[in-house]
């Protein structure tokens, strides 16, 4: 591994950067000699929250499997921005077939690669949310129920994005999208309605189940090298702002996807065989106004006459993600 | 060995010996058999270096099959009738992509109305999927047709369909001589693919091809199923060579010399063809059959060679395509062109209805008069139809069509002729 020695005075914190801590705490991305499974020169739109977390999660794997990785991909962005032929992003073997059976045909590599005795590549498949939650759900389940030896990967952006932004099963209450415009008495994505894959895929009680965003990236690669220890079924669901979807400014994905969990909309945590074991705790919760004013997509939620209402049933889902995943009890604690 | 065994039975050691490596299952009848005892040869250790997976769909099945075999395994499935409609999907992905999976197809009819029965609107709906088709006889070919099967996927990299009867072979029990291991070796090289994941050699496989190079890419599958109809009877032959049996080829001819009247058709129903022309021959009759065993691709030379002196010929099949007639009335047609001669198209043992010798006979008869229709439904029940379309002419709110056509048959569930 290169070395860069530490210019500035700081220490305690993994905010201020890689420089500062010892170099076997550093991130997988410091390193110069990463794997860069996913390299420059793709068309991701500018701010793009599944690029950049594709590419923390994969060359994670890559370290953790010493580069033995085969990756799907189901239809969708991920697939789009990184080809098409005769141009690849891909630095490891990668397949696509359709849309709805990236966890089958991993499942299907999995095996291969068992019967012939390779038991050091391992297979991640990766999907978005419209092609995890929606039509890949079938695939995804019937992988999780046989354990098979696959990391299946969400990024999740919380709606159809590669067609045009339109809703899908992981679509939030409230949002825009082109298929819940924010017109008519309850304008926007209705209530009651969704999933949350992730705890899903805990009620399978595969071996391991985390979710992420992509404003913690070191936890986010230490859930995936994590990941890497179990044999058999594991998920990763990552939390990805789309700022072409969203309506937001392509320098603030980061500041989105914090905002997601410290609003504790988004709650990130770990389970292992169907438990949990870890939440990533949040030191001050934060109104959800502060997460949904700078997304365009709740726009009309802050009109002339701002909906208090739904904003309150909104904070009222971040209250239970809190209660229920136990984000603050750390904080309370202290 | 000769055995006596169920047809499905034969199908799974036929596989067996063919050393899968990948096996995918998920049950629907009637191929439902054959998964069954592979699987028990897995995991009684009979079948060794092969994973034996129970999937939640035939979407997935097909899609752990591309898996597999995009990752170099030799990669097998089986299903019927609503299971392939519900992969389509995948079966299109995986011919697109070349791989080589073998699945057999049972082959069975498609609702609604639901019918578990035989008939073969499943494959034939595939026809255009870029998968090949081999059609079998007999179980005897059914087992054949497998074991070159894989040779012929895995030499040109495009995946094949064995087509079988469902129930009607799939089920009965007939006399198969079943190939040693040796035999299945000398004659089936191992799997080397042409592409293939691998850490070593990184590739990406399946990515988005724009207009630049659509036509080319698909063209090349066309060229190889091309390429599959001089190797299919090459295959025939070395096939001849090892296991000493006729088997597979493109088409068969039976008592075609000097045939006025030539009879196609395709898979078991070629054996109640065959009696009743051999009944016909003795009374003097000058009929043939003509039996096409490869569907796709589709040898249009040896069909015309076979059919361009007789006078009529008479296209026999099991499936129906609703609004214009035929399927493979259509494709034979296409080899005929510019050839005078009359054409009969007759839609036969949809959803199992028994295509019977004496049906056969008055078919055959009135087809040498030139009596039949272009488009004949062999024993349809004229009175039940007219009554519904009366029915459905008179009311609105007519009700579900099959259930008013069931009562006025009068609850015959099991009545076949």
Not at chain 1, 148 to 167: F, S
Not at chain 2, 137 to 151: S, V
């Amino acid at each position: 591994m290169s070395f860069q020695p530490i210019k500035f005075y700081q220490t305690g914190t993994f905010t201020v950067g890689n420089r500062l801590l010892d170099p076997e705490q550093r991130s997988v991305q410091s390193h110069q000699d990463r794997s860069n499974a996913i390299n420059s020169g793709h068309r991701a739109c500018q701010g793009c929250g599944e690029a950049l977390g594709a590419r923390y999660a994969l060359d994670a794997a890559m370290e953790a499997t010493d580069s033995q990785l085969i990756a799907v991909n189901a239809t969708g962005c991920l697939e789009v921005f990184t080809t098409p032929y005769p141009e690849t992003s891909w630095q490891l073997p990668w397949m696509h077939s359709v849309f709805g059976n990236a966890a089958a045909v991993a499942t299907g590599i999995a095996a291969a690669l068992k019967v012939k005795g390779r038991n050091e590549v391992r297979v991640v498949a990766q999907g978005g949310d419209g092609g995890t939650t929606d039509i890949g759900f079938a695939c995804l389940s019937g992988m999780f129920e046989r354990n098979d030896d696959v990391l299946y990967i969400c990024y999740d952006n919380e709606a159809y994005m590669n067609t045009g932004v339109q809703r899908s099963s992981a679509t939030p209450p409230a949002a825009r999208t082109a298929t819940t415009m924010p017109v008519g008495p309850n304008p926007g994505n209705v209530f009651g309605q969704g999933k949350f894959v992730p705890a899903i895929a805990m009620a399978h009680e595969i071996p391991y189940v985390a979710t992420a965003t992509v404003a913690d990236l070191r936890d986010l690669e230490a859930k995936v090298k994590r990941a890497m220890e179990f044999r058999g079924a594991r998920y990763i669901h990552i939390f990805v702002p789309c700022p072409l979807g969203w309506g937001t400014a392509s320098h603030d994905t980061i500041r989105i996807a914090r905002l997601a969990h410290e609003t504790g909309l988004f709650p990130v945590f770990e389970a292992e065989h169907g438990e949990l074991v870890s939440a990533l705790p949040i030191r001050r919760q934060v109104p959800v106004e502060e997460y949904l004013k700078p997304q365009k997509r709740f726009a009309h939620l802050f009109g002339a006459k701002p909906m208090l209402e739904v904003i309150a049933r909104i904070q009222a889902r971040a209250d239970h993600n809190i209660r229920k995943y136990g984000m603050l009890q750390e904080e309370e604690a202290l | 060995m000769l055995k006596q065994i169920e047809g499905s039975r034969a199908v799974a050691e036929a596989i067996a010996l063919c050393r899968p490596e990948v096996i995918c299952a998920y049950p629907i009848s009637p191929q439902t058999h054959i998964v069954e005892a592979l699987g028990a040869m897995v995991k009684g250790g009979e079948l060794a270096k092969c994973e034996f997976i129970n999937v939640e769909s035939e979407f997935a099945a097909m899609s752990v099959a591309i898996g597999a075999s995009a990752t170099g395994a030799r990669a097998y499935t089986a299903t019927a009738s609503q299971g392939l409609l519900y992969m389509v999907e995948a079966v299109y992905n995986a011919s697109g992509l070349g791989l080589p999976i073998v699945m057999t197809v049972a082959n069975r009819a498609i609702g609604a109305p639901i019918n578990i029965w035989n008939d073969h609107s499943d494959s034939l709906s595939q026809r255009d999927s870029g998968w090949m088709q081999l059609f079998a006889e007999t179980n005897q070919e059914a087992l054949d047709l497998h074991i070159q099967a894989f040779k012929l996927a895995e030499e040109l990299s495009l995946p094949v369909m064995v087509c079988m009867d469902g129930f009607i072979l799939t089920h009965a029990y007939e006399r198969v001589d079943m190939p040693t291991q040796q035999q299945v070796d000398d004659y089936l090289p191992p799997y080397e693919p042409r592409q293939v994941l691998d850490p070593r050699e990184p590739v990406s496989i399946g990515a988005m091809v724009g207009p630049e190079a659509f036509m080319e890419v698909r063209y090349l599958a066309h060229a190889k199923q091309m390429q599959a109809l001089e190797r299919i009877p090459q295959l025939a032959a070395e096939f001849k060579q090892i296991f000493g049996r006729d088997t597979g080829g493109l088409t068969h001819t039976y008592r075609a010399e000097d045939a006025e009247t030539m009879v196609v058709a395709m898979g078991s129903v070629l054996g109640t063809i065959k009696d009743t022309v051999d009944e016909m021959r003795d009374d003097g009759h000058r009929i043939g059959v003509l039996g096409i065993t490869s569907f796709r691709p589709f040898p249009l030379v040896q069909v015309r060679a076979a059919l361009q002196h007789a006078k009529r010929v008479v296209v026999l099949e099991k499936s129906l395509a609703v609004g214009i007639g035929g399927i493979l009335s259509t494709d034979v047609r296409m080899a005929l062109s510019g050839i005078q001669l009359h054409g009969y198209t007759v839609v036969a043992g949809l959803g199992g209805r028994a295509i019977t010798r004496k049906s056969l006979h008055k078919l055959f008869r009135e087809a040498e008069q030139d009596a039949l229709q272009p488009l004949t439904f062999l024993d349809l029940d004229w009175g039940v139809v007219n009554k519904q379309l009366a029915r459905e002419r008179d009311m609105r709110r007519s009700g579900p069509a099959a259930e008013n056509m069931l009562r006025d048959i009068g609850t015959v569930a099991s009545r076949i002729s």
